[in-house]
């Protein structure tokens, strides 16, 4: 049996394959804290329990594809060492073609693995057809395929809690609202009597007071960027057929509820750790 490992900013998702499985059943694992003493440590007490089964067995191989930096990539090599010292280890990297699907870059390695997973994976399931591969986590990128599966390109844009984390370090005194935020507890509140919001500044989607400011401006930032991306390669490549925006990620649900109605969308779970599998067993 072989484990699939898709090390993304936020989290770990993992799958170990049997063959009896046909299916991609993920593992979440959570990265151990940036000030934790003993970060290895952690993180393979975390590993064990997917990497050794009941019956004391561990993967031949553990494929790896990872976006993070290098300390972190470390973390999980040594880890992984530590709970099975036995299965080969295998980073993925970018190939200029794959599963019928092309990389724009000049240099493929620049281009993030998980973006590239995510493509082949979405374009084997909705072939025949242009696409634009949304993955909403940690970063929103997003990739356009044609229906041949040449890639034409992307963006990359700050997802929700990344914007929060940019405000906070380049604004301060915003903490108190940004940290209302994280707390799900509501609105800031003046210690004077806030006035009714105006019926047209609701119709508006305009806020009165900073942290609902704050939370519909992030809203706002996405929307407007997704759906300009997408109305204009809607529009190019309409003679390949109606574009499909394919979304993915831990916020894809609430990004999908922000694409304009008039594109067609799709939420589905796990497409880079399947895209993971799909690469790691491809016949190049």
């Given at each position: 049996?072989?484990?699939y490992?898709d ?12 063959r009896?499985q046909?299916a ?11 000030d934790?003493p003993d970060?290895v ?6 590993l064990?329990p997917?990497?050794v ?8 191989q ?9 300390r972190r990539?470390?973390w999980?090599?040594?880890?992984i ?7 080969e ?10 599963c ?11 281009l993030?693995i ?8 979405a ?36 997802g ?9 370090s ?14 799900n507890?509501?609105?800031v509140?003046?210690?004077e ?14 806020a ?5 400011a ?26 390949q ?20 109605p008039a594109i ?11 895209g993971?599998?799909?690469l790691?067993?491809a016949?190049?």
């Amino acid at each position: 049996m072989n484990c699939y490992i898709d090390a993304g900013n936020s989290r770990i998702k993992a799958h170990l394959a049997r063959r009896s499985q046909k299916a991609v059943e993920p593992e979440v694992i959570d990265w151990p804290a940036a000030d934790e003493p003993d970060a290895v440590g952690a993180l393979a007490t975390r590993l064990e329990p997917l990497l050794v089964d009941e019956k004391g067995r561990s993967p031949k191989q553990v494929v790896l594809a990872s976006v993070v930096e290098a300390r972190r990539r470390e973390w999980l090599e040594t880890a992984i060492a530590e709970v099975c010292p036995q299965a080969e280890r295998r980073w993925l990297s970018v190939p200029r073609k794959c599963c019928h699907v092309r990389v724009a870059y000049e240099s493929p390695e620049g281009l993030g693995i998980d973006r590239f997973c995510a493509m082949i994976e979405a374009h084997a399931r909705h072939a025949d057809r242009p696409l634009a591969v949304i993955n909403a986590g940690t970063a929103v990128t997003l990739d356009v395929l044609a229906a041949d599966g040449q890639h034409l390109g992307g963006l990359i844009l700050p997802g929700w809690r990344a914007q929060l984390e940019a405000l906070r370090s380049a604004a301060p005194a915003l903490a108190p609202a940004i940290d209302s935020l994280g707390r799900n507890a509501g609105p800031v509140r003046a210690s004077e009597p806030v006035a009714e919001v105006p019926e047209a500044t609701r119709r508006l989607g305009l806020a009165a007071d900073t942290a609902t400011a704050i939370e519909l401006g992030r809203h706002w930032l996405l929307a407007a960027g997704v759906n300009q991306m997408l109305s204009v390669w809607r529009e190019r490549l309409a003679e390949q057929g109606e574009l499909l925006a394919v979304l993915s990620g831990g916020d894809a649900g609430r990004l999908a509820d922000l694409v304009d109605p008039a594109i067609e969308r799709c939420v589905e779970a796990d497409l880079v750790l399947c895209g993971v599998v799909r690469l790691a067993r491809a016949r190049r």
